[in-house]
C-alpha cells in the first residue's frame, strides 16, 4: 500500500512569507536560527524540542493574510512541514504520528489545522480519525472547522460523525468546509433523529442544525414533522424560512 505523504508546497511557502513578514528582528533572528537547526538535525525530537521553544520565542498575535491563525501555531505548523519534507516519503507518516502522540493540545491544534497542507493525498486519514475522539473542543474545532481535510478525505459515516459532533460541542457547522456537498437523505434522517433527542431531553436544538438538512431532500412525512414542530414553537424562528410552503 503506498503511503506516501505529499506537501502542498505552494500553501507553505505563502504560509511562510507572511510568518517572515510579521516577526520582528529579534523574532525573525531566531526563527531562522530555529528553521536552520531543523535543517541540520530533521528528527522528530528536535522538532518537538522547537515546537515548544516557540511561545518562548515569538509574540502571539494573529497573521495578516493567513486568517484563523496566530504566530505560534503557524511557526509550529510550519516547522512541522519542514521536518516532514525532509524526510523519505515513507517515513513521512510515522514522524507525524510520533509527533502527534507528543504533543500537548497546542500543537496538536497547530499539527491538525495544518495537515490539509502536510498531506494532500490523505494518507494521514487514520491519525485524523483518532483526533477526532478528543474530548476538547479546541482540538477538535482545528480539525473540522476551516480546513478542507475532512471534506476531501472522509468517508461519509466518518464525515457525518464528525458533524454530529461539531453540534454536540457547540460548533458552528457554517465553517465545515464541503459541508454542502455532503448533504443527503442519510444526513437528512441523522439530523432529524437528533432533533427528537435534543427535544425529548429537554435541549434547544443546536442553532446550526438546519444547515445539515437539505431541506429539497426531505420526505413529505419528514417535512410534515419539522412543520409541526414549528408551529408548536419547538424548533428556532430561523427554521421558518427553511420550511416555508411546508
Not at 522547537?50 to 491563525?69: A, F
Not at 513521512?92 to 502536510?118: H, P, S, T, Y
Not at 477526532?132 to 474545532?141: E, K
Not at 472522509?154 to 465553517?175: I, N, S, V
Request: include cysteine; charged fraction near 20%; proline fraction near 5%.
Amino acid at each position: 500500500m503506498n503511503m506516501d505523504v505529499t506537501l502542498r508546497q505552494a500553501q507553505l511557502a505563502e504560509q511562510n512569507q507572511a510568518l517572515d513578514r510579521l516577526l520582528n528582528q529579534t523574532e525573525l533572528r531566531w526563527w531562522q536560527q530555529a528553521r536552520e537547526r531543523l535543517d541540520q538535525s530533521p528528527d522528530a525530537n528536535t522538532a518537538a524540542m522547537l515546537s515548544s521553544q516557540c511561545r518562548r520565542h515569538l509574540q502571539e498575535r494573529s497573521v495578516p493574510g493567513v486568517e484563523g491563525w496566530n504566530s505560534i501555531e503557524l511557526a509550529r505548523a510550519l516547522l512541522l512541514a519542514q521536518v516532514v519534507g525532509l524526510q523519505p516519503q515513507q517515513a513521512r507518516l510515522a514522524l507525524l504520528e510520533q509527533l502527534f502522540q507528543w504533543g500537548d493540545d497546542q500543537e496538536k491544534i497547530a499539527l491538525l489545522k495544518v495537515l490539509d497542507n502536510l498531506d494532500s493525498d490523505g494518507r494521514c486519514l487514520d491519525l485524523a480519525l483518532r483526533a477526532g475522539r478528543t474530548s476538547n473542543p479546541r482540538v477538535f474545532a482545528a480539525l473540522a472547522l476551516d480546513t478542507p481535510y475532512p471534506s476531501r478525505h472522509y468517508p461519509e459515516r466518518a464525515f457525518h460523525q464528525l458533524l454530529l459532533k461539531a453540534l454536540g460541542m457547540g460548533l458552528d457547522t457554517a465553517r465545515v468546509i464541503g459541508l454542502a456537498q455532503r448533504q443527503g437523505t442519510t444526513l437528512n434522517q441523522l439530523a432529524l433523529d437528533l432533533i427528537d433527542e435534543q427535544l425529548a431531553a429537554g435541549r434547544p436544538v443546536s442553532p446550526s442544525l438546519p444547515r445539515l438538512i437539505a431541506f429539497s431532500l426531505l420526505s413529505p412525512a419528514q417535512r410534515q414533522r419539522l412543520a409541526g414542530l414549528y408551529q408548536q414553537q419547538r424548533l428556532p424562528a430561523e427554521w421558518r424560512e427553511h420550511l416555508a410552503g411546508s
